[in-house]
């Protein structure tokens, strides 16, 4: 069974600064997920990572997957509060026959002025 | 813009009614899912359909009946649940089951937020 872990699960960071949400995983897998959650709301795809080295961008977020290290990061610049939010990671495993994702805990982001 | 519509957005049941969530997708797809996710906490899988056929069942409790009525649809019928079953249940549905062959990435519709008295 796949296993995801994320680091922080919480994170206060000032508007203008950069951190870095980790998220760690079980079993090989050549892909990897981000979704955002507003409070009250459903999840929101982010990135879809499909392979080793894979980097994706979207404004002040960047996510990378290294399938070896089974290490997916989340890159934050320049904080904004709009990037307030719970980020959560999710693997992919097959099981009985049918494809799922697995979710980390996630990492609620608060970005504080 | 999600493309997975869930009614209704809000549900309060007693523990002795029925009621059923709604899910519909016109994207294509073929696999559909239910989740639940309890506050502060991730979603957890309870349900997949694969090609309308029930293809996993996380050890969900007979009280949640999950259905698929066609390629489009998906039902959750609720009966006799429990105040811990208090939740928001999220239907989500992807190309396909395999998820190899396509990028398994899952949409999710807005949610039914669940609350049991």
């Known amino acids: 069974e796949l296993k995801v872990e994320q680091n922080p699960l919480f994170l206060s960071m000032q508007e203008g600064k950069n951190y870095t949400i980790y998220c760690n995983y079980s079993?090989?897998?050549?892909?990897l997920y981000w979704y955002r959650q507003d409070p009250g709301k459903s999840l929101e795809s982010l990135f879809v990572?499909?392979?080793?080295?894979a980097v994706k961008q979207e404004g002040r977020l960047m996510a990378s997957l290294d399938t070896k290290a089974r290490l997916s990061t989340l890159h934050i610049t320049a904080a904004v509060h709009d990037l307030s939010a719970t980020y959560f990671c999710?693997?992919?495993?097959?099981?009985?026959?049918?494809?799922?994702?697995?979710f980390g805990k996630g990492t609620k982001l608060s970005v504080i002025p | 813009d999600t493309e997975v519509t869930q009614t209704p957005k809000h549900l309060v049941m007693g523990m002795t009614n029925k009621k059923s969530l709604k899910c519909e997708q016109h994207?294509?797809?073929?696999?559909m899912y239910w989740y639940k996710q309890k506050a502060k906490k991730p979603p957890e899988l309870m349900f997949v359909?694969?090609?309308?056929?029930?293809?996993i069942n996380e050890s969900v409790p007979s009280r949640f009946s999950p259905e698929c009525p066609n390629s489009s649809l998906l039902n959750l019928h609720l009966h006799a649940l429990q105040p811990e079953d208090s939740a928001l249940y999220l239907c989500?549905?992807?190309?396909?089951?395999?998820?190899?062959?396509?990028?398994?990435?899952?949409?999710f519709g807005e949610g039914s937020r669940l609350t049991v008295l």
């Open positions: 999710a693997g992919p495993y097959s099981g009985a026959g049918s494809y799922q994702l697995t």
């Open positions: 989500a549905s992807s190309q396909d089951s395999g998820g190899w062959m396509n990028t398994g990435e899952l949409f």
């Open positions: 359909y694969s090609y309308e056929k029930l293809s």
């Open positions: 079993t090989t897998s050549d892909r």
């Open positions: 990572l499909l392979s080793n080295g």
């Open positions: 994207m294509g797809h073929r696999a």
